[in-house]
């Protein structure tokens, strides 16, 4: 299937500090998903943009539609220890949903 | 309300069982989804339902049989699995497909351990 490239693969961070992490593609994609997953759960939907450009926010967590429409970002600003866990980008193209390779995020307090 | 609801969370099969996974969405969407995941891997899409209709069968083994008995069920049955065959089975839903504005919300999962 096609493949999104998202990176870091993992980040160990102090409690505290902003986290920054992205998707890229070759392709372009009329909608970009953010989710957390904690272990053992199913994906939390975090955010959605649904336009190029669209920046948007939930809390200390801010994330954009890339302006060609083949990448996104998210930051998650004063991490805290809840915010562990793995985050995946996805971005639906042609009807279906392609999803990045992961971010693992280790907050350290 | 943006819940997808699946049962049963965790599920220990042998190789020569039949058992059903379950899931539900009052959310008025029209695409259904199965996954299987493997620990800190992304999703694997397996089928997709258009309007109760199978739209993507992304070649799974027959030993997998989906079935949608209307917009808010979903069901995987499940004989006849490998080992390999565990992981985490999830259920998603998404309003009808429009190549537009869609959003996808995931249930919890189903824990699958084949002996």
């Known amino acids: 299937g096609q493949q999104l490239n998202q990176s870091p693969q993992s980040m160990f961070i102090q409690e505290g500090e902003d986290v920054s992490m992205n998707c890229t593609s070759s392709s372009i994609f009329n909608t970009w998903l953010w989710y957390k997953q904690d272990p053992g759960e199913g994906p939390v939907l975090l955010i959605a943009l649904y336009k190029a450009g669209e920046l948007t926010s939930n809390g200390r967590l801010t994330a954009q539609f890339g302006i060609t429409r083949k990448d996104s970002f998210l930051n998650i600003s004063a991490s805290i220890p809840s915010d562990v866990g793995i985050y995946f980008c996805a971005g639906l193209r042609r009807n279906q949903f392609y999803f990045g390779t992961g971010t693992s995020l280790t907050v350290i307090p | 309300d943006t819940e997808v609801t699946q049962t049963p969370k965790h599920l220990v099969m042998g190789m020569t069982n039949k058992k059903s996974l379950k899931c539900e969405q009052h959310m008025g969407h029209r695409a259904m989804y199965w996954y299987k995941q493997k620990a800190k891997k992304p999703p694997e899409l397996m089928f997709v339902y258009s309007y109760e209709k199978l739209s993507i069968n992304e070649s799974v083994p027959s030993r997998f049989s989906p079935e949608c008995p209307n917009s808010s069920l979903l069901n995987l049955h499940l004989h006849a699995l490998q080992p390999e065959d565990s992981a985490l089975y999830l259920c998603?839903?998404?309003?009808?497909?429009?190549?537009?504005?869609?959003?996808?919300?995931f249930g919890p999962g189903t824990r699958l351990l084949v002996l």
């Open positions: 998603a839903s998404s309003q009808a497909p429009s190549g537009g504005q869609e959003t996808q919300y």
